[in-house]
C-alpha cells in the first residue's frame, strides 16, 4: 500500500502508463480491498481510489467497481442506525464514507456513484448532511459529458423496478435533477430529447384507482406513486431549465415521433403533461392503503409540474387563474386541501430575547463600577 501511494503521489502519468502497470495497480487495488481486509485497512486504500479512477482506462472499471461494491455490501450496515452512535464501528463506516464521497468529488465517474447507491436508500442516514454536501460539490463540477454520462448511468438505475423506493427517488431528488440545472441549455436538450417517451410512459400510467388494480397490495402502490412522482419531478426540471420554444421545437418533435404524430403542431407534449397533473387534482387516493404523506407528495408533485409548466409556456392571465387558483368542487378538484398537509399541527412559540442572568446584571454592574473609579 505505501509503494503504490509513494508511486502515485511520485509521478502519476509514469505509474499508470503501459497496460501492465495499470494491470498491477487495480490487481493489487483490488487485492487489498478484498472481503477479509478488515474495514479499518480499507479506509486506508481508499485513499488511492481518486488516482486509480481517474488512471486506469474504462476497461478496468468493473474491477475497481466490484471491489468497491464488496466492502459496500459486506462491510457496510444497511441502515446507518443499526451502528451505536459514538461507535468505533460507525466511526469507521464514515471514514470509509468520507474515503468514497471525497473520491467522488475529486474523480467523478458513474462507477462511484453507482458504488454509492446503497447508501441513498438510507433516507435517515446519520452522515447526510455530508453526503448531501459531497453530491452537491460534484454536480457542480461536472463538465456537460460528464453530466450526460452520470445521467443515462443513473437513468437506468432509476428504472432499475428491483431497487428500493427510497433509492430510486434519491437518484431523481439528489442527482438526476440538480444534474438537469447544472447542464448546459445544448446538454440538457438532448438529454430530454433522449428521454422524453420513457418518462410520458410512466406519467401515462395515472389510473392508480382503477377497477384493474383494485387488488394491488398497497406496496405495489406505494412504489407506483413513487416511481410517479419522479417522473413529475424530473419532467418539472425539464420545463424549469428549458425555455417554451426549446420545449417545442425540440422535446415535442421527439415525443411527436415516439406517438407517431406526422404532422406536430408543437404543443402536443405540454398539452398531455398538463393535462395528466391537472387530472390528479381529482384523485381520490386514501383507499389504496398508503400512506397519507405519500398521497400528498403526489400531489404536490403533480401541482409543481403544472406549475412549471404553465409559466414556461403561457402568458395569458386566465391560464395562471384556472390551473393555479380555480377548484371545481362539483368534479372533486381541489388544490389547497392537496399539496397542503392538513392534519398537520403547528406550533409556533413566543420569541422573546433572553432575560439577563443574576451573574451578567453582576458583571454589568462592576464594569460600571471599575469605569466609574477611573
Known amino acids: 500500500l505505501e509503494l503504490m501511494k509513494h508511486a502515485a503521489r511520485a509521478d502519476p502519468v509514469a505509474s499508470f502508463e503501459g497496460a501492465r502497470r495499470q494491470g498491477w495497480f487495480r490487481d493489487v487495488f483490488c487485492g487489498l480491498m478484498a472481503r477479509e481486509v478488515p474495514l479499518p485497512f480499507k479506509v486506508e486504500v481508499l485513499e488511492l481510489l481518486p488516482v486509480v479512477v481517474r488512471s486506469l482506462p474504462a476497461a478496468m472499471h468493473p474491477a475497481i467497481e466490484a471491489a468497491l461494491s464488496t466492502m459496500v455490501v459486506y462491510d ?14 460507525l466511526l469507521e463506516y464514515c471514514a470509509a464514507l468520507d474515503r468514497m464521497l471525497a473520491a467522488l468529488v475529486a474523480a467523478p465517474s458513474p462507477l462511484l456513484f453507482r458504488a454509492l447507491l446503497p447508501v441513498l436508500r438510507d433516507p435517515e442516514h446519520v452522515h447526510g448532511a455530508a453526503i448531501d454536501a459531497a453530491l452537491r460539490q460534484c454536480v457542480a463540477a461536472l463538465s456537460d459529458n460528464e453530466c450526460s454520462e452520470v445521467f443515462d448511468a443513473l437513468w437506468e438505475e432509476f428504472q432499475e423496478a428491483t431497487h428500493h ?39 401515462d400510467d395515472h389510473h392508480f384507482e382503477g377497477a384493474e ?3 394491488d397490495p398497497p406496496e405495489q402502490h406505494a412504489s407506483r406513486l413513487t416511481v410517479y ?11 424549469d431549465a428549458l425555455p417554451g420554444k426549446v420545449v417545442r421545437d425540440a422535446v415535442n418533435a421527439r415525443y411527436c415521433a415516439g406517438r407517431g404524430v406526422a404532422a406536430p403542431k408543437g404543443n ?7 393535462k395528466l397533473a391537472h387530472a390528479a387534482k381529482s384523485k381520490q387516493l386514501a383507499t389504496l392503503g398508503v400512506r397519507r404523506e405519500a398521497v400528498l407528495e403526489y400531489q404536490q408533485a403533480a401541482y409543481n409540474t403544472l406549475a412549471a409548466v404553465v409559466i414556461a409556456t403561457q402568458s395569458k392571465e386566465q391560464f395562471f387563474t384556472v390551473f393555479f387558483f ?9 388544490i389547497w386541501e392537496n399539496i397542503v398537509d392538513t392534519a398537520e399541527v403547528h406550533h409556533f412559540e413566543v420569541e422573546t430575547r433572553p432575560l439577563p442572568s443574576v451573574l451578567d446584571k453582576i458583571s454589568a454592574l462592576r464594569e460600571r463600577a471599575d469605569k466609574a473609579r477611573k
Not at 229 to 239: E, S, W
Open 76 to 89: 457496510f450496515p444497511v441502515r446507518s442506525s443499526d451502528l451505536p452512535r459514538g461507535s468505533s464501528l
Open 165 to 203: 423506493d427510497a433509492l430510486r427517488s434519491a437518484v431523481v431528488h439528489k442527482v438526476l435533477c440538480p444534474l438537469v440545472h447544472h447542464m448546459s441549455l445544448t446538454a440538457a436538450t438532448r438529454v430530454f430529447e433522449r428521454r422524453i417517451a420513457e418518462l410520458m410512459a410512466v406519467l
Open 213 to 215: 388494480r383494485a387488488g
Open 229 to 239: 412522482v419522479c417522473a413529475l419531478r424530473l419532467v418539472q426540471a425539464m420545463y
Open 268 to 274: 402536443e407534449l405540454t398539452t398531455a403533461v398538463m
Open 326 to 334: 380555480k377548484e371545481n368542487a362539483k368534479k372533486g378538484e381541489r
